[in-house]
């Protein structure tokens, strides 16, 4: 079975650029939660995906965009990085439809690095 | 909004020895659930414990176990014989049982050390 996959695993951008990841959730699993890690710290919730919508939101500006596709993958897009983006990115899948369902298992992360 | 405090940054125990790390969270609501995942140096967040909030019965798998005090709370995650594969970041979390997934809102974690 599986797991969540993530990618890149390491990224290195300058302040400015735009940086795409990516991530595949767990086989059978429907929506994905984005999640940014700064150092030191607990995981903040950026947005989710389901059914190819963001469907919640944290509180992060719209330079955080997403989409999810018909295979259920999806793509976390930051524009006009800044230093402070810097931080290890992850990746969690759950299944929606599933009654009493709720448990999020997560991918290893990808950790971005601007300069 | 909910959150989640872990008082405790750094906490170290000996290898077969028992260990607890608190976890406190505010929130308004009745039911709710509450989660333990363990972020180990790999960076994998893995799911170690859950506890609906409407069980007062204490989860526990195998030498992982909770202590819920709802009233209080609180939600205290106790680990006993340590093995050395325990040293890893904690972290407590919360998430609200609304339909569809609602997002986990995370305290800040306990490193655990656990020295042979």
């Known amino acids: 079975d599986a797991g969540v996959t993530q990618s890149p695993t390491h990224l290195i951008k300058t302040r400015g650029q735009q940086v795409t990841l990516r991530c595949s959730p767990k086989?059978?699993?429907?929506?994905v939660s984005w999640y940014q890690q700064a150092l030191g710290q607990g995981p903040q919730f950026i947005f989710q995906y389901y059914e190819e919508e963001e469907r919640q939101r944290g509180n992060f500006p719209d330079r955080f965009s997403g989409h999810q596709f018909p295979n259920y993958s999806s793509e976390l897009n930051v524009n006009a990085l800044l230093l402070g983006d810097s931080a290890l990115y992850l990746c969690a899948s759950s299944f929606q439809r599933r009654p009493g369902s709720y448990e999020q298992y997560f991918g290893p992360g990808t950790r971005l690095t601007v300069t | 909004a909910q959150t989640v405090t872990q008082s405790q940054p750094e906490m170290s125990v000996q290898e077969a020895e028992t260990v607890t790390l608190s976890c406190t969270y505010d929130?308004?609501?009745?039911?709710?659930?509450l989660f333990w995942y363990k972020q180990p140096p790999s960076r994998q967040m893995i799911l170690v414990i859950r506890?609906?909030?409407?069980?007062?019965q204490n989860a526990t798998e195998n030498r992982f176990s909770v202590n819920f005090q709802k009233a209080a709370k609180s939600f205290s995650l106790k680990i006993s014989d340590s093995q050395l594969g325990d040293t890893a970041m904690y972290f407590c979390a919360f998430m609200m049982p609304y339909s569809g997934n609602t997002p986990l809102v995370f305290g800040k974690g306990t490193r655990l050390s656990v020295i042979a």
């Open positions: 929130t308004s609501e009745n039911n709710y659930y």
């Open positions: 086989s059978g699993h429907d929506t």
């Open positions: 506890q609906e909030a409407y069980k007062q």
